[in-house]
């Protein structure tokens, strides 16, 4: 694994994996950010440089715009997210691979599905805890609920990228924070599953000659 100057090989893995979370669940301001840390010169790694690109920060700039107003909408949210239940995971594998820089292809693969992983769960859970709170009649809570979204990621981003050494501890406490995510919306939505199964087994039996 190739390491860049000034960087080792704890925090570039724990900045990779930061980013593949965060991916999951605001992929376009991701890119937004990792660019302009780029194009600002606040980070050095030869694999995101394409992201400095004005180009690329063009289109990852109107992505965050319209994802930061799609996100607070009931409902648009969820097709929004079901929208991107592929291109978020694909987005964190790719970051995570341009950040660790692996130099062989076993290491290649290794790094592209663990960082399509985190991307996956991530996106997962922010879809789940939205389904969640869409059944909710008002959209106080949606709004709320994004906002915080948005606050963590700045937050996360700026900490990620402005000091590298606290970039695994931030990854740490995103894993967590998917993890109870994921606990709380199946503890939720698991009900509903197990009734619906069971109505669709009643009528199957019921089908039977």
Same mark, same amino acid.
Not at 22 to 27: H, I, S
Not at 90 to 110: C, K, N, S, Y
């Given at each position: ?13 724990? !900045?990779?994996?930061?980013?593949? #979370? ?25 694999? !995101? ?102 606050? #963590?990621?700045?937050?996360? #981003? ?18 967590? !924070? ?32």
């Amino acid at each position: 694994m190739k390491q860049p100057v000034g960087m080792t090989p704890v925090q570039m893995i724990g !900045l990779a994996a930061s980013l593949s #979370l965060f991916a999951g669940w605001r992929l376009y301001a991701v890119v937004l950010a990792a660019g302009l840390a780029v194009h600002f010169g606040a980070v050095s790694l030869p694999g !995101l440089v394409v992201l400095g690109s004005p180009w690329v920060l063009g289109v990852a700039g109107v992505g965050t715009c319209a994802e930061f107003f799609a996100d607070k909408v009931p409902w648009v949210d969820s097709i929004w997210d079901a929208v991107h239940t592929l291109v978020r995971p694909v987005g964190g594998a790719l970051l995570a691979m341009a950040v660790v820089q692996p130099d062989d292809p076993a290491t290649e693969v290794i790094t592209f599905l663990l960082g399509g992983g985190a991307a996956l769960v991530a996106h997962v859970a922010k879809a789940g805890t939205r389904a969640v709170i869409n059944t909710s009649p008002e959209p106080v809570s949606n709004i709320v609920t994004s906002t915080a979204e948005d606050g #963590l990621i700045a937050g996360g #981003l700026y900490l990620v990228f402005a000091h590298p050494g606290w970039a695994a501890a931030v990854a740490g406490v995103l894993a967590a !924070l998917v993890a109870l995510l994921l606990w709380w919306a199946w503890r939720v939505i698991g009900p509903f599953w197990r009734r619906w199964r069971a109505w669709g087994s009643a009528r199957g039996d019921n089908k039977r000659p």
